[in-house]
C-alpha cells in the first residue's frame, strides 16, 4: 500500500452563500481517496480568515513577520498536495484564494496541485489563471481539471449536485494528483514538527534505488563467482569509503581493487551467496543497502566466512555507483558475562 499523501482543498471563495465549501466538500467526499491513499482535508479560507497581504518582505525571502502568516505557513507546510476549488470572478480565480498564495512560497514548491473551477462556463478562465500563478510558485499542476457549471452541477438552492459524468473528470483529476503528488515526494525535504525524527524513506525513490542494489549484488555475485576483482569492483567509485570486517579503513578504488586482487587470488572467501537485506532510499540517486554475503557449501549455507555489509549507492551523470561500504562478519554475539 502506498503511503498516504495528505491533501489540502482549498475552498477559495468566502462571502456569503458562496458554493466553494459544498465543491470542496464534494471533492472530498466519495470512495477514490481511500484506494488512491489521499487524505483529504477541506481548508477553508473564509475559516483561515487571512487578512490583505501585510508582511514587510516579499514570502520568497522566507522570513514571514506577523503571526497570521506563520500559521497559514504551518497549516500549509502539512500538506504534500492541494486541490484549488475556485469560482471565477471577473474571468479570473478571486482575490481571497490570490491573496492565500501570495502569503507564502517556500511551502508551496514542489507540490503537485489539481483544480477545480465553476461558473458559468466551468470556471475554466479562473483555473487557466491560477495554472500560471502556481507555476510561479513552483508547484505542478495536474492537466486533468474539474469544471462545474453553476446552472447545471448545483440544484436551485446552491447546493452541489454534479452531473454524474462530473465524478469522472474528478476521479482523473484526483488520480493525476496522487501520481505527480507522490513523485514529488523526493524532490522536498520532508517536514518535521518540533521533536519529531524525520522519516528519511523517500517512497518516491524506492523503485529506482531497489533496481541499483539489484545491479550491485549482480555485479558482487558474478565477480565472486569467477573470483575476478576487476568485475567485482566495477560499480566502485574512485573515490570509495571502504570499512574492512576487521576495523580497517580504505579509502579510494585503487587501494581496494589491490587487495581484492590480493584476497580473490589466494580465495579467501568462500563460493558466497549476495542477498538484499533491506533497502532505504532517502532521495532520488540515493540508495543505502543491508547485503548479505552467506557461505555456500554444495549450494547452501556453509561454515565458511559471512559477512553483512551496509552499501551506500549514488547515482552521478545516470549511472549508480559504490560510494561507501562496510562490513562486519557475522558471528555469534559474546557470551553475557
Ligand atoms: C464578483 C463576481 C464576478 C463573477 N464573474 C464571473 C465570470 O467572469 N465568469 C463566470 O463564469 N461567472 C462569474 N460570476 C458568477 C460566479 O461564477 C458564480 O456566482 C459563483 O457561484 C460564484 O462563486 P461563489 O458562489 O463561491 O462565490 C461572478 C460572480 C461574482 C460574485
Redesign the pocket.
Known amino acids: 500500500m502506498a503511503e498516504t499523501l495528505r491533501v489540502g482543498v482549498l475552498a477559495g471563495?468566502t462571502?456569503p452563500?458562496?458554493?466553494?465549501r459544498a465543491v470542496a466538500e464534494w471533492i472530498c467526499a466519495g470512495p477514490e481517496p481511500g484506494e488512491l491513499a489521499l487524505d483529504l482535508t477541506v481548508v477553508d479560507l473564509e475559516e483561515v480568515g487571512l487578512p490583505m497581504l501585510a508582511e514587510p518582505e516579499p514570502p520568497a525571502f522566507g522570513r514571514y513577520a506577523l503571526e497570521h502568516t506563520k500559521a497559514w505557513a504551518e497549516l500549509v507546510a502539512g500538506f504534500d498536495a492541494y486541490v484549488l476549488v475556485s469560482?471565477?470572478?471577473?474571468?479570473s480565480t478571486t482575490a481571497v484564494l490570490k491573496n492565500a498564495l501570495d502569503h507564502l512560497y517556500a511551502e508551496w514548491q514542489d507540490k503537485a496541485v489539481g483544480f477545480v473551477g465553476?461558473?458559468?462556463?466551468g470556471?475554466v478562465?479562473a483555473v487557466e489563471h491560477l495554472r500560471g500563478i502556481t507555476a510561479e510558485l513552483g508547484m505542478a499542476g495536474v492537466g486533468p481539471q474539474v469544471a462545474l457549471d453553476?446552472f447545471e452541477d448545483f440544484d436551485d438552492r446552491g447546493r452541489c449536485e454534479p452531473r454524474a459524468r462530473q465524478a469522472e473528470a474528478r476521479r482523473r483529476m484526483l488520480t493525476g494528483l496522487a501520481r505527480w503528488g507522490r513523485s514529488l515526494w523526493g524532490l522536498r525535504p520532508q517536514e518535521t514538527l518540533d521533536g519529531e525524527r524525520p522519516r528519511l524513506h523517500s517512497p518516491a525513490a524506492t523503485d529506482e534505488a531497489s533496481t541499483a542494489v539489484e545491479r550491485l549484488i549482480e555485479t558482487l555475485q558474478g565477480g565472486g563467482d569467477t573470483t575476478d576483482a576487476d568485475a567485482y569492483d566495477r560499480m566502485f567509485a574512485d573515490d570509495i569509503l571502504w570499512g574492512s570486517p576487521y576495523g580497517r579503513t580504505l579509502a579510494g578504488y585503487k587501494q581496494l581493487n589491490e587487495i581484492h586482487h590480493t584476497l580473490m587470488a589466494k580465495r579467501v572467501a568462500p563460493p558466497s551467496r549476495f542477498e538484499p537485506v533491506q533497502i532505504l532510499a532517502p532521495a532520488p540517486d540515493v540508495a543505502i543497502a543491508h547485503i548479505r554475503r552467506r557461505a555456500l557449501q554444495d549450494g547452501t549455507d556453509g561454515p565458511g566466512f559471512s559477512e553483512m555489509a551496509m552499501y551506500v549507492l549514488i547515482k552521478r551523470n545516470g549511472t549508480w555507483w559504490l560510494a561507501a561500504g562496510q562490513n562486519t562478519p557475522i558471528a555469534d554475539p559474546p557470551a553475557a558475562p
Do not use: D, F, L, V
Not at 87 to 91: L, Q
Open positions: 471563495s462571502r452563500a458562496r458554493r466553494a469560482p471565477e470572478y471577473n474571468h465553476y461558473g458559468t462556463g470556471g478562465r453553476i
